[in-house]
């Protein structure tokens, strides 16, 4: 007979604490524990519309007098998610959040179960964040004649930037018989589709990525391995046409193909790029094309940054930044080193800003999606930027070869630093949403190390000690890139990642996804 289960498997509503930001996710933000730091506070039920309306699209029966029949249906954009606050009116001092505002707030809602949910780092079983919020109306309490109940204060709120969970997430090797050699980048395939178009995909399922090449016997060129089901199963695949000694710095999936991006596809110092069309399944094609249209000798390629199918930027060494509006042509010179002389090293972008990060320091932006570039006011410093990233127009963040990172909240005009334990050379900044962003960078040892945020990084959590975010990171030499799926659904994306770089012995190539525990 089974044993009756002890514990509590249900979350109850004791189980949940509140944090609030003041300002939206960003560092700089300060958190806020309701009940200590902010006024008591909690969060009611919330109305997400995950889809818009649904109408049938009718023509008439064919056969039958005064009938219809439904020949589709078509669905109208869903609207922004709405939840109210409940708020007690704290003695002796005013909460924030019961005075006026137009400003946006974050709020943290922590569960757990035997867990401090007063630290953010470790005490909660997973974080449903409400993100961007507007308020749109408060009620303020009155008195009574005989009731002596708490003054309780009704808002309601609008979330701009969804509701969605931060959840503890599992890192697994992938690949392992597929890779000997180091894995220089990943990318995903984020077409998800429920089957109207072809295979049914989750967004999570296609995974790339580009093992380095080696001229020490037995040479081998650089290889591609790929996966179709998270991981399951890897295949690797020979880029035809490669030379052995061509170091590629990127795979992208743009449009229907996949890229893989060589710094010498050209020449010595001449870039190029190789291209396989996939399958309605993301399975790539064994045969290559390669492209070196455009490069220009000496102005060696580093980065590449895929705004869409029709813009992709790459930057290169001694400031060139080259575009293509269609990957099978070839790339145009965009900008010859007219906004600096520094070589470009990364390239990042949301929307019509693009930034790119490079040697001493150097930071240009473009604020019409890479028609004209200049630097930003202020450089974060005069070391070698080696990773960058972008989280819309004013937000950026940087971080270079000594191991410091930077952000800025003004489009560059000032910088702030911030200090990781024992950086030495930050190898990758990824941000999947506002809130939720990645850092990688190694040691001096070297050692490799991954750092997780939730609020935009105000707070940070190292993988390699405990915390509840990520549980079992392999021990690693370096990550050299992140990716993440781009479904548009913050539940999937922002707990789901792929990482490739070099294993401790600094010999084979690692390649790990991380994702949550799921059921049903």
Not at 237 to 255: H, M
Not at 290 to 319: E, H, M, Q, Y
Not at 328 to 336: F, I, P, Q
Request: proline fraction near 4%; charge should be negative.
């Amino acid at each position: 007979m089974p044993t009756p289960f002890a514990g509590n498997d249900i979350y109850t509503q004791q189980m949940v604490r509140l944090f609030t930001q003041s300002g939206g996710a960003g560092a700089g933000n300060a958190l806020k524990f309701a009940g200590i730091d902010q006024t008591w506070v909690y969060v009611g039920e919330a109305t997400i519309p995950d889809n818009g309306g649904i109408e049938a699209i009718n023509v008439f029966d064919p056969t039958r007098a005064k009938a219809f029949q439904s020949v589709g249906f078509m669905e109208s954009a869903p609207g922004y998610p709405t939840f109210g606050l409940t708020l007690m009116d704290k003695r002796k001092a005013v909460a924030k959040l019961l005075q006026a505002s137009r400003c946006p707030y974050n709020f943290y809602m922590v569960l757990g179960y035997c867990k401090d949910l007063s630290d953010a780092h470790n005490g909660w079983d997973r974080i449903r964040i409400y993100a961007n919020n507007r308020r749109t109306q408060r009620t303020l309490p009155g008195g009574a004649w005989t009731d002596d109940n708490g003054m309780e204060h009704a808002q309601e709120w609008t979330s701009i930037g969804g509701i969605y969970d931060y959840l503890p997430v599992s890192v697994g090797s992938i690949g392992a018989t597929a890779i000997a050699l180091e894995v220089i980048d990943t990318t995903y395939n984020t077409n998800f589709d429920c089957g109207d178009c072809g295979p049914a995909t989750s967004g999570t399922d296609q995974i790339y990525a580009v093992v380095k090449s080696t001229a020490v016997s037995p040479a081998a060129s650089p290889k591609v391995a790929y996966t179709l089901d998270g991981g399951a199963t890897v295949t690797s695949l020979a880029i035809t046409g490669i030379g052995a000694t061509e170091d590629p710095y990127a795979i992208r999936v743009i449009g229907q193909y996949l890229v893989v991006f060589t710094d010498t596809a050209g020449g010595a110092t001449t870039g190029g790029y190789y291209y396989s069309l996939m399958s309605a399944n993301g399975t790539p094609s064994s045969t290559w094309t390669k492209v070196t249209t455009g490069f220009v000798a000496t102005f060696t390629p580093n980065d590449v940054f895929v705004l869409s199918a029709r813009d992709v930027f790459i930057v290169a060494d001694n400031g060139y930044i080259y575009y293509t509006d269609d990957i099978t042509s070839g790339v145009e010179v965009r900008d010859a080193a007219n906004a600096t002389g520094d070589s470009l090293t990364r390239v990042r972008g949301r929307g019509t800003t693009l930034v790119a990060f490079g040697a001493t320091g150097t930071v240009l932006k473009s604020v019409n999606r890479g028609d004209t570039w200049a630097s930003v006011i202020t450089e974060p410093t005069t070391d070698n930027l080696t990773a960058g990233e972008v989280i819309d127009e004013f937000r950026y963040w940087a971080g270079d070869d000594t191991g410091k990172t930077w952000y800025t909240v003004d489009g560059g005009e000032v910088w702030t630093q911030l200090a990781f334990t024992s950086a030495a050379n930050i190898r990758d900044i990824l941000f999947v949403t506002p809130e939720v962003g990645y850092v990688a960078y190694s040691t001096a040892t070297p050692a490799g190390r991954l750092m997780t945020t939730f609020d935009g990084g105000q707070t940070w959590s190292n993988a390699v000690t405990a915390n509840s975010r990520i549980l079992n990171l392999p021990v690693h030499n370096r990550i050299n890139r992140l990716a993440a799926p781009r479904t548009g659904m913050n539940d999937i994306d922002a707990n789901t990642f792929a990482a490739a770089g070099l294993s401790a012995g600094a010999t084979d190539g690692i390649w790990y996804v991380g994702s949550p525990s799921t059921i049903g």
